[in-house]
């Protein structure tokens, strides 16, 4: 499999909120960062994603664009969705925010993705203003307080 190939069934998997095919696509060592506070382990990402799909049922990486460079790829998400769910356990310490219904849509992100065998390694997101978690959270009317 090309690395193109690995980042587009991982987007796909996590889409489908598969999270089984989607840890089988991440290596035991995989980090996260750039669009939350701390960097996540695979365990803690897989538990942020799972939290954001319960109360987003209907979340949308939007991915597209995706260029190979070597053993990276390199993509564009604009995340969309409603809040349909309780919205917890994604940033520690930050208490659960009750239904909204309110929709919102992130800005373009660029998101690096290594790869290592047919494996991801590591997830990097671009941080932009009003992106990320911090993005959302405000979108919906519950801005984060400081961070670190």
Do not use: C
């Not at 035991?28 to 960097?39: H, I, L, M, N, Y």
Request: glycine share 8%; hydrophobic share 40%; charged share 10%.
């Amino acid at each position: 499999m090309s690395a193109t190939d690995v980042a587009k069934a991982t987007m796909n998997a996590l889409q489908a909120h598969d999270m089984a095919a989607a840890s089988a696509l991440m290596t035991d060592d995989f980090t996260f960062s750039g669009a939350v506070p701390v960097p996540l382990n695979k365990q803690q990402y897989l538990g942020v994603q799972w939290a954001l799909f319960a109360a987003i049922p209907n979340w949308n990486f939007n991915a597209s664009n995706y260029e190979e460079q070597g053993d990276k790829v390199i993509l564009t998400v604009q995340i969309t969705g409603t809040q349909t769910g309780t919205l917890e356990n994604v940033i520690p310490g930050v208490p659960p925010i009750p239904p909204t219904g309110k929709s919102f849509q992130l800005p373009q992100e660029h998101v690096t993705l290594t790869v290592r065998g047919d494996k991801i390694a590591n997830e990097s997101v671009e941080s932009v203003p009003n992106g990320g978690a911090p993005g959302i959270f405000a979108q919906l009317g519950h801005p984060l307080p400081p961070m670190g």
